[in-house]
């Protein structure tokens, strides 16, 4: 993919984002466990989420589509798919059935892409298999292909050395079939849809005074999604970046979810200079509105708290950082090492392409802004880092190799980025 450096400003709004990701997956997995048909509006009709879409139809739903409008209807009891179910490129998709299926009965081998296989699984296989769930798979059931054995699994007090929401999720699935109250502790809020939609849907699931998600097994099938999935702001932030690294432009980016724990990296970016507003409209599962970001000079910042909400974004902010005056800092992002691809390698080794002085850490790393110049970048098979180095295109120019990823996320994304040059 060729990107031409923009030449005169932009002031867009850009209605066509990408749907969220994280909600779609979850959409499609939830509609389960529901005896009624769910009705989906603005479904990410991306690789992943529809690699989702057809698990669930393997489980036995009828699913119709229309685009982005989903029905999913589940039969009363799941059935047993005579084929692997393959989550492609998604940890998600992959660490949220694990949770899921343990449970049910049969038997269930997830797979997915070459990436995928390299991801780690034993975060979700042992405090899965420690309340009697049979998964196994690849490295001790660290690695996929995974097998699960549905089996009955005991109720549970975990309090997760990650903070992560994908294993929240998938214990939170598990606590809805297992055999009593179980309850579920992090140390820093992750992003919480699991939670707001299932409580939407009627199961018991609530955080106590000591901070532990007290989850009550379901006695009866839950009601059935009516949602209209909101633009995905870690989609969005790539044309935010866009806007605040381009002088006087501006971007709106229409009806993403502003939910707290999703929006972080636009606080940062106006920590560093730019001006974000954020036009909140309605609440229905989540927060939803507007949100502006328009161009002002950027400095350097530090970013070391609140990572899991920001985690997505970390490689386009490393694009604003390069851009912006003085040194940048990301500290305690040791999970960005086990994303789509070691996102601290796939930055680093791009940014040092595109001429930026900067160094390594464990977890994290340090930034001299000032400048950043054309190359010939490799997304490293990771989606984000594909988009981040195209937005980096604008100021500069960029070829980036390998960008069939985009399409795991977001399609239209090119189309959009075209917008900006008119
Ligand atoms: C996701 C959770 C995050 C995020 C991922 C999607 C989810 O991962 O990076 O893209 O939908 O639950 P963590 O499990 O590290 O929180």
Redesign the pocket.
């Known amino acids: 993919m060729l990107i031409e450096k923009v030449v005169k400003p932009f002031n867009v709004v850009i209605d066509n984002i990408a749907s969220d ?2 909600i779609s ?2 959409c499609a997995m939830f509609s389960l466990l529901s005896d009624k048909t769910s009705h989906i509006k603005n479904f990410l009709t991306a690789e992943d989420t529809l690699n989702t879409l057809s698990i669930v139809e393997q489980l036995g739903a009828t699913i119709t589509r229309d685009g982005g409008d989903v029905t999913i209807t589940p039969k009363a009891t799941l059935v047993e798919p005579k084929n692997v179910l393959d989550c492609g490129n998604s ?2 998709a992959m ?2 059935f694990c949770g899921f299926l343990s449970s049910v009965e049969g038997a269930f081998v997830l797979v997915g892409d070459k990436y995928l296989h390299e991801r780690p699984m034993k975060r979700v296989a042992d405090p899965l298999r420690s309340i009697g769930a049979h998964i196994d798979g690849r490295e001790e059931g660290n690695k996929a292909p995974l097998f699960i054995r549905g089996a009955k699994l005991n109720a549970f007090t975990y309090v997760s050395p ?8 998938a214990m939170i699935l598990a606590a809805l079939r297992a055999n009593g109250v179980s309850k579920y502790k992090e140390n820093e809020l ?2 919480d ?2 939670e707001r939609m299932l409580k939407g849907m009627g199961a018991k699931v609530q955080t106590n005074n000591e901070g532990f998600i007290e989850i009550e097994p379901l006695k009866t099938a839950l009601k059935p999604l009516n949602i209209t999935v909101p633009t995905d702001p ?1 989609s969005g932030f790539f044309f935010a970046v866009a806007a605040a690294i381009t002088p006087n432009s501006s971007v709106t980016i229409k009806n993403v979810t502003l939910n707290p724990t999703r929006i972080e990296a636009y606080k940062v970016l106006q920590r560093m200079g730019a001006d974000v507003q954020f036009n909140q409209k309605e609440d229905i599962y989540e927060p939803i509105g507007d949100i502006v970001v328009s161009h002002k000079e950027l400095n350097g910042v530090v970013v070391e708290e609140n990572i ?1 909400w920001l ?2 974004e970390l490689p386009a902010l490393s694009i604003a950082m390069s851009l912006a005056k003085g040194k940048s800092l990301v500290k305690n992002a040791k ?1 960005l090492r086990v ?1 789509e691809s070691d996102r601290i390698v796939s930055v680093v080794n791009n940014l040092k392409l595109c001429g930026v002085t900067y160094t390594e850490f464990e977890d994290g790393y340090e930034i001299v802004g000032g400048s950043l110049h054309k190359a010939t970048i490799n997304s490293h098979g990771d989606h984000r880092i594909a988009m981040s180095f195209a937005v980096a295109g604008l100021h500069c120019g960029m070829t980036i190799e390998d960008t069939e990823c985009i399409l795991t996320s977001f399609p239209n994304f090119a189309e959009i980025l075209s917008t900006l040059r008119v």
Do not use: P
């Not at 990650?162 to 999720?169: E, G, T």
């Open positions: 990701k994280s997956h979850r940890g998600t660490r949220l990650i903070d992560s929401a994908q294993v929240k999720s992750t992003r849809h699991t870690s899991s985690i997505d999970e994303k």
